[in-house]
């Protein structure tokens, strides 16, 4: 049962573009989301995170969306560089009250390339 | 350098064997968590200990324990090692445990390799 889904697992842009990763999830009790970017060989490292009183949350080049309704958020990455290469992982979890307490749920990943 | 460590970083070791995994949580968080990866799936949740006290357990098996000692390092246990057990067991900690919004801050991982 993958209540976090990642459906592209691969992305390649040029650098300076926009990078758009997506995320779905089926849990309606999921009200923290966050996402992660991992380099080989290391653990994943936090990159932004939003709440489900919020649409959108941003941080210098990271923008996440939330779009409660379709159950969707995606992670806009602008301008990409480089060094942004990595596996982008989406989680989710929720507060008490629910089996997913504490626990984060993670998609798949989606490994981003980015051109110079 | 998110400040969670994790010993050792490589483990080789052999099938019906038992390995502990060491993970020092960063300074002042009091929750540490645990998680798999293997090659053919994401991360799974397995474990989860708040200020020493189990909090919530995924899908962790029977052959695999953990605990959380008065200094907030944790350990998790894997014995009867089976080739399947080979994968990346990542440790992560974060201030408080699951009725507040945390982040939670990984470690760098021990590779298991069960041979």
């Known amino acids: 049962d993958q209540q976090v889904k990642q459906n592209s697992p691969s992305l390649s842009v040029q650098e300076g573009r926009i990078s758009i990763l997506n995320c779905d999830y089926t849990n309606s009790m999921f009200d923290y989301f966050l996402w992660y970017k991992k380099y080989p060989a290391e653990g994943p490292t936090f990159l932004i995170s939003?709440?489900?009183?919020?649409d959108k949350n941003e941080d210098g080049r990271f923008t996440v969306f939330l779009n409660k309704s379709a159950k969707h958020l995606s992670l806009h990455i602008v301008p990409s560089q480089p060094g942004d290469s990595a596996v982008y992982f989406c989680a989710a979890s929720a507060r008490r009250g629910s089996s997913n307490t504490g626990k984060l749920i993670f998609g798949q990943g989606t490994t981003l390339q980015v051109k110079p | 350098d998110s400040g969670v460590t994790q010993t050792p970083k490589h483990l080789i070791t052999a099938t019906g064997q038992r390995v502990t995994l060491r993970c020092s949580p960063r300074?002042?968080?009091?929750?540490v968590y645990w998680y798999q990866q293997s090659l053919d799936q994401g991360l799974q949740f397995l474990i989860h200990?708040?200020?020493?006290?189990?909090?919530a357990k995924g899908n962790i098996l029977e052959r695999f324990s953990a605990q959380q000692f008065p200094d907030l390092h944790s350990e998790l246990n894997l014995s009867s090692l089976e080739l399947g057990d080979s994968a990346l067991y990542f440790c992560?900690?974060?201030?408080?445990?699951?009725?507040?919004?945390?982040?939670?801050?990984f470690g760098p991982g021990t590779r298991l390799t069960v041979l």
């Open positions: 200990y708040y200020n020493g006290e189990e909090r």
């Open positions: 939003i709440s489900s009183i919020k």
């Open positions: 300074s002042g968080d009091l929750s």
């Open positions: 992560a900690s974060s201030l408080r445990g699951g009725s507040s919004y945390n982040e939670q801050f």
